[in-house]
């Protein structure tokens, strides 16, 4: 059964950039069978989508972010990442990853909280 | 701000049907992308309840069910139960955005 963990600081400075790695564990992040998903929930609000990323290497972003992100995958650590950078408080939200088999979100990882103070 | 509605919350006593629609438009829902259904339980991470606008994965019981028409969606819950009380999210593409979610729906127990 596939699991994904989110790792990363909690603390996150204005301006400086947000970092969290996803680990994959159950299957290999490198199959075709799979992409793989960052979403994220400000306190008390809904769901948005950020961004994925595919087997193939190719990345599709939610444009209202897509000048400040990167998606990255490390198949020797079976690990996929995430980087925002220029945060704002706007930012502070719980960060999910998540795998799609489906074209939906199967799987999803437990969340981490990242605030954005000084 | 989603291009997905959903009304913000619905209620109902044990037992009923309670459904939640998600609308959309010609650019996601209506452009024919599937919809698909979260369940979101108090403090924990979001779970798939329908994919396709339609499929149920395996383990989620078959009072939820998914159907989808023109340019919105709904998800049904049949014989509700006190541990359906949660938030739900519709999830579709949409042209311009790519990957969207819906606004979000609470359901109460009453």
């Known amino acids: 059964q596939l699991q994904l963990q989110e790792s990363g600081p909690g603390l996150v400075k204005p301006s400086e950039t947000l970092s969290l790695t996803c680990t994959v564990s159950?299957?290999?992040?490198?199959?075709?069978?799979?992409?793989w998903g960052w979403i994220r929930q400000p306190p008390g609000k809904g769901l948005e989508w950020i961004g994925s990323i595919y087997y193939s290497g190719s990345t599709y972003y939610n444009p209202s972010l897509k000048s400040r992100v990167t998606i990255s995958v490390d198949t020797s650590k079976n690990q996929f990442s995430l980087k925002l950078s220029s945060v704002t408080a706007a930012d502070t939200a719980v960060y999910y990853c998540a795998s799609s088999v489906t074209n939906a979100f199967d799987i999803w990882g437990q969340g981490t909280m990242v605030t954005v103070s000084s | 701000q989603s291009v997905l509605t959903q009304p913000p919350s619905v209620s109902g006593a044990p037992g009923q049907r309670v459904t939640i629609s998600c609308t959309g438009s010609?650019?996601?829902?209506?452009?024919?992308?599937?919809v698909h259904w979260y369940q979101q339980l108090p403090g924990t991470a979001p779970k798939l309840l329908i994919y396709?606008?339609?499929n149920r994965p395996s383990g989620v019981p078959d009072r939820f069910s998914g159907s989808k028409s023109g340019t919105s969606a709904s998800l049904a819950i049949t014989g509700l139960q006190a541990e359906d009380e949660a938030d739900y999210y519709c999830q579709s593409y949409d042209s311009s955005l790519s990957d969207v979610f819906g606004t979000g729906t609470k359901v109460t127990v009453l």
């Open positions: 010609s650019s996601n829902i209506g452009a024919g992308y599937d």
């Open positions: 159950g299957g290999s992040i490198s199959s075709s069978s799979y992409y």
């Open positions: 396709g606008n339609s």
